[in-house]
């Protein structure tokens, strides 16, 4: 079993930065491929971005990339979602998931390829 607990959410003005984290315990962090997903108000959830076991490959929603960064720290089991230049758009409950892996370079990017996930943390970016 593991437990996702996602930190970092808040208001922020249209062009600023917020940094999720999401904090992993229970069975080894290191065996879990990690992603980040959002459910805006009225949607579905939706992928935002993945990281692979080793952190070595990642992956992104072609509507975040180049303005969020997924990275990992697995001595400390923690993920982590930087987000840059933020636009009401990216409004949305965001939530952490850990899929298991026996891959060392595998992400995932389907809701239903994930074991765990956290309880979410909002972000609400006003105009």
């Known amino acids: 079993q593991v437990q996702l607990v996602e930190s970092g959410g808040g208001l922020v003005q249209a062009g600023g930065s917020l940094r999720l984290s999401c904090a992993a315990s229970?069975?080894?962090?290191?065996?879990?491929?990690m992603g980040w997903f959002r459910q805006a108000p009225g949607k579905e959830r939706e992928f935002v971005a993945a990281?692979?076991?080793?952190?070595?490959?990642?992956y992104y929603a072609d509507s975040v990339k180049g303005r969020f960064t997924i990275s990992r720290e697995t001595a400390k089991n923690t993920v982590y979602l930087q987000m840059n230049s933020l636009t009401p758009e990216d409004t949305a409950v965001y939530y952490c998931?850990?899929?298991?892996?026996?891959?060392?370079?595998?992400?995932?990017?389907?809701?239903?390829?994930?074991?765990?996930w956290g309880q979410g943390t909002q972000v609400t970016v006003s105009s």
């Open positions: 998931a850990a899929a298991r892996s026996s891959n060392l370079y595998t992400y995932f990017t389907k809701k239903y390829e994930y074991d765990y």
């Open positions: 229970g069975r080894t962090f290191g065996n879990y491929a």
């Open positions: 990281i692979s076991w080793t952190g070595s490959r990642t």
